[in-house]
């Protein structure tokens, strides 16, 4: 993981200065009159995000680059790919939360995936660390990282069996604990939707529950589940081509629950987390799970397939199920689940869905406190009776186009337990355009805001460094 971020000032590093736009007539006046000439020759405003390289006429280098205050975490983040290649440093910070802005927005505009070139992206510029939280940052930027890499990873390379040794691998570096129980064995144990939707993939892909633990048990209980489709065609009810080309990122909700996992383990929250993915492939094949077929649940519900596309709800049923059994005290859930909440707010802005008013607000203040949005929607039950079966308990897929992440969101309630706080996240996972600091592909949404209220909420020890 290269953040380009330096622990020591290199020799030759360039200052940074930052300007507010109202401060920058007056910033001029202090300046030399060949520097004012330069800077209005340059056109520099000193807008968020604008940059003005200031020449040393002595050695023909730079002398400082002047900034124009950032009111973002993303104004920061443009500056790596685009001032001249070389080494900062932050000439001076007016608080530490904006030392951590500027060292986070720096690493993740830093962000390359080059796993699959044959010749890697020429480094980005390089910043000596600021005065901030470097272990907070750090985590948060790692966290992004795995998030975004994971999603990006081609499903060649990234099946159940991958997901769950990736899963593995963030355990061991934590010390903690992973249990993974695989194919016919998820009947045995009690996942039949689990393994209804994956079956038609084994055994070269068989479907699987990670389920991994940490922490002292008498803590806190901080339960996540992620949805992990890590290929999604639809079933027998086919998608498209160009619905199906992304469906690599349908483990987002999978990638998601690990990068938060790592930023409370990291900074050693006095907390018993537990973090369950279900992992399948919804393939086709003569053993694929049909429509109008009824699933058993976990939970005992029975499900009637109304549709073979929507396979994430019926994973996720299980593993709420088996979540809600230890009566946490807080669950969330992270999911790319549904295209209408792509549809009511964009591909920027999870949905998020909660029982609970306490813990819906408190998520949306830490998603504005760390420039990580999204957007309350209702769990309106007046559209419960859309989801009723006609053969079973409850179906997959409500009848019409209409409130579609609203009955999926009411769907997955059906299988979390009474009185246990729950939020539900409807992310999309992906960037669909490259802006600064978030590239094209796949990206972290909501989990830097839950990361902040799980931290508030349950208090933290000291941090530790990666």
Same mark, same amino acid.
């Given at each position: 993981?290269?953040?380009?971020?330096?622990?020591?000032?290199?020799?030759?590093?360039?200052?940074?200065?930052?300007?507010?736009?109202?401060?920058?007539?007056?910033?001029?006046?202090?300046?030399?009159?060949?520097?004012?000439?330069?800077?209005?020759?340059?056109?520099?405003?000193?807008?968020?995000?604008?940059?003005?390289?200031?020449?040393?006429?002595?050695?023909?280098?730079?002398?400082?680059?002047?900034?124009?205050?950032?009111?973002?975490?993303?104004?920061?983040?443009?500056?790596?790919?685009?001032?001249?290649?070389?080494?900062?440093?932050?000439?001076?910070?007016?608080?530490?939360?904006?030392?951590?802005?500027?060292?986070?927005?720096?690493?993740?505009?830093?962000?390359?995936?080059?796993?699959?070139?044959?010749?890697?992206?020429?480094?980005?510029?390089?910043?000596?660390?600021?005065?901030?939280?470097?272990?907070?940052?750090?985590?948060?930027?790692?966290?992004?990282?795995?998030?975004?890499?994971?999603?990006?990873?081609?499903?060649?390379?990234?099946?159940?069996?991958?997901?769950?040794?990736?899963?593995?691998?963030?355990?061991?570096?934590?010390?903690?604990?992973?249990?993974?129980?695989?194919?016919?064995?998820?009947?045995? #144990? !009690?996942?039949?939707?689990?393994?209804?939707?994956?079956?038609? @993939? &084994?055994?070269?892909?068989?479907?699987? =529950? %990670? *389920?991994?633990?940490?922490?002292?048990?008498?803590?806190?209980?901080?339960?996540?589940?992620?949805?992990?489709?890590?290929?999604?065609?639809?079933?027998?009810?086919?998608?498209?081509?160009?619905?199906?080309?992304?469906?690599?990122?349908?483990?987002?909700?999978?990638?998601?629950?690990?990068?938060?996992?790592?930023?409370?383990?990291?900074?050693?929250?006095?907390?018993?987390?537990?973090?369950?993915?279900?992992?399948?492939?919804?393939?086709?094949?003569?053993?694929?799970?049909?429509?109008?077929?009824?699933?058993?649940?976990?939970?005992?519900?029975?499900?009637?397939?109304?549709?073979?596309?929507? #396979? !994430?709800?019926?994973?996720?049923?299980?593993?709420?199920?088996? @979540? &809600?059994?230890?009566?946490?005290?807080? =669950? %969330? *859930?992270?999911?790319?689940?549904?295209?209408?909440?792509?549809?009511?707010?964009?591909?920027?802005?999870?949905?998020?869905?909660?029982?609970?008013?306490?813990?819906?607000?408190?998520?949306?203040?830490?998603?504005?406190?760390?420039?990580?949005?999204?957007?309350?929607?209702?769990?309106?039950?007046?559209?419960?009776?859309?989801?009723?079966?006609?053969?079973?308990?409850?179906?997959?897929?409500?009848?019409?186009?209409?409130?579609?992440?609203?009955?999926?969101?009411?769907?997955?309630?059906?299988?979390?337990?009474?009185?246990?706080?729950?939020?539900?996240?409807?992310?999309?996972?992906?960037?669909?355009?490259?802006?600064?600091?978030?590239?094209?592909?796949?990206?972290?949404?909501?989990?830097?805001?839950?990361?902040?209220? %799980?931290?508030?909420?349950?208090?933290?020890?000291?941090?530790?460094?990666?």
């Amino acid at each position: 993981m290269e953040l380009n971020l330096l622990d020591d000032r290199r020799p030759g590093s360039v200052a940074l200065q930052t300007v507010a736009r109202n401060d920058l007539e007056s910033w001029l006046k202090a300046q030399p009159a060949s520097v004012s000439a330069w800077v209005a020759a340059m056109g520099f405003d000193a807008k968020p995000g604008s940059f003005c390289p200031l020449p040393d006429l002595s050695n023909g280098g730079l002398r400082e680059v002047v900034v124009g205050e950032a009111e973002t975490l993303w104004d920061w983040a443009s500056l790596p790919s685009r001032l001249p290649r070389g080494s900062y440093h932050l000439e001076s910070s007016p608080n530490l939360a904006t030392s951590d802005r500027v060292a986070l927005g720096w690493a993740l505009g830093s962000y390359r995936f080059d796993s699959f070139r044959e010749r890697a992206n020429e480094p980005s510029s390089s910043l000596t660390w600021p005065d901030c939280n470097r272990d907070h940052v750090r985590s948060a930027a790692y966290a992004t990282y795995l998030v975004r890499d994971w999603i990006n990873t081609p499903a060649s390379d990234l099946g159940p069996a991958e997901l769950a040794q990736k899963m593995q691998e963030l355990a061991s570096a934590h010390d903690a604990s992973l249990r993974v129980v695989v194919g016919d064995a998820l009947l045995e #144990e !009690g996942f039949p939707a689990v393994h209804a939707v994956g079956r038609a @993939a &084994s055994p070269a892909r068989a479907p699987r =529950l %990670i *389920d991994m633990t940490w922490g002292d048990p008498t803590h806190p209980k901080v339960t996540l589940v992620g949805k992990g489709v890590c290929f999604d065609t639809g079933g027998l009810d086919l998608k498209s081509a160009s619905n199906m080309k992304l469906m690599k990122k349908d483990m987002g909700g999978a990638a998601h629950v690990a990068g938060l996992a790592h930023m409370i383990m990291a900074a050693k929250l006095p907390v018993r987390l537990r973090v369950l993915v279900p992992a399948v492939e919804n393939s086709v094949s003569s053993d694929a799970y049909r429509p109008l077929d009824v699933v058993p649940t976990r939970k005992g519900i029975t499900i009637e397939v109304g549709h073979t596309d929507a #396979e !994430g709800r019926v994973i996720l049923a299980d593993a709420l199920e088996e @979540a &809600s059994r230890e009566k946490p005290e807080i =669950l %969330i *859930d992270f999911a790319t689940l549904t295209g209408a909440a792509r549809v009511a707010l964009g591909a920027e802005l999870p949905a998020l869905f909660a029982n609970d008013d306490d813990t819906a607000s408190s998520l949306l203040a830490h998603a504005t406190a760390a420039e990580d949005p999204m957007w309350r929607m209702p769990l309106w039950k007046p559209y419960r009776s859309l989801i009723d079966g006609k053969v079973a308990d409850i179906t997959n897929s409500a009848e019409g186009s209409l409130g579609g992440a609203i009955t999926a969101a009411l769907f997955l309630q059906e299988f979390v337990g009474d009185d246990i706080p729950w939020a539900h996240i409807d992310a999309m996972a992906w960037n669909p355009t490259s802006r600064a600091g978030r590239p094209e592909g796949g990206e972290a949404l909501g989990m830097r805001a839950a990361y902040g209220f %799980i931290e508030e909420r349950f208090g933290s020890s000291s941090s530790s460094s990666e």
